[in-house]
């Protein structure tokens, strides 16, 4: 069975600061990542998709990498700013599917103003 | 309306209840999920359908019944819960079930049980 770690479980940081968040996972034969925000109280809203062919992704401040030989994402939030302040989830498919996924736990962030 | 949308948002229910949640997408999209999100937890899988049909069900007990009457409602029928069962459901849809394209979550309904 997949496992899906994501270390720190909270970070606060001081407006303006750059980033990086770390995912890691046990099962190196993933088909895509992806990278999803959730807000308190709120649903899921997927940030980036990384597909396995592909090393990183980019979406404005955010940059994820993928490396999957040593079961490792990286997701990279350039100056940050107190609208970025969510919990980020990391989430792999299961082994020979699509679109079932195993989530971590996720980090929850804070960015100070 | 555009996206995943889930009712009621909130519901808070004795053990001896029966009640639904439910789950519409408008996006075209052929594979829908169920997942369940309690505190501290990573999100569980429950319930996989894919062009209506269940296609992955994971250990989840039988006092959730899933339905999907056509590729764009997605229900989760309760009944005799327990209170270990109170967290937030989430609802997802995505293209087809073996794209690797983006999953899309409704904003959950968050379940009480008493």
């Known amino acids: 069975k997949q496992e899906v770690t994501q270390i720190p479980a909270a970070l606060s940081v001081p407006e303006g600061e750059n980033l990086v968040l770390n995912c890691s996972f046990t099962d190196s034969a993933i088909y895509n990542l992806q990278w999803f925000r959730q807000d308190p109280g709120k649903g899921l809203t997927s940030l980036l998709l990384i597909q396995s062919s592909q090393r990183e992704q980019t979406s404005g401040r955010l940059n994820a990498s993928l490396d999957k030989s040593s079961g490792r994402s990286t997701l990279y939030i350039a100056a940050s700013q107190p609208g970025d302040s969510a919990t980020y989830l990391c989430?792999?498919?299961?082994?020979?599917?699509?679109?079932?996924?195993?989530f971590g736990t996720g980090t929850s962030l804070t960015v100070i103003p | 309306e555009t996206g995943v949308t889930q009712t009621p948002r909130h519901l808070v229910m004795g053990m001896t209840n029966k009640k639904s949640l439910k789950c519409e997408q408008h996006l075209g999209h052929n594979a829908m999920y169920w997942y369940k999100q309690s505190a501290k937890k990573p999100l569980e899988l429950m319930f996989v359908?894919?062009?209506?049909?269940?296609?992955e069900n994971n250990s989840v007990p039988s006092r959730f019944s899933p339905e999907c009457p056509n590729s764009s409602h997605l229900f989760l029928h309760l009944h005799t819960l327990q209170p270990e069962d109170s967290a937030l459901y989430l609802c997802?849809?995505?293209?087809?079930?073996?794209?690797?394209?983006?999953?899309?979550f409704g904003e959950g309904s968050r379940l009480t049980v008493l």
């Open positions: 359908y894919s062009l209506e049909e269940r296609v």
């Open positions: 989430a792999v498919p299961y082994s020979n599917t699509g679109n079932q996924f195993y």
């Open positions: 997802a849809s995505s293209q087809d079930l073996w794209s690797t394209g983006e999953l899309f």
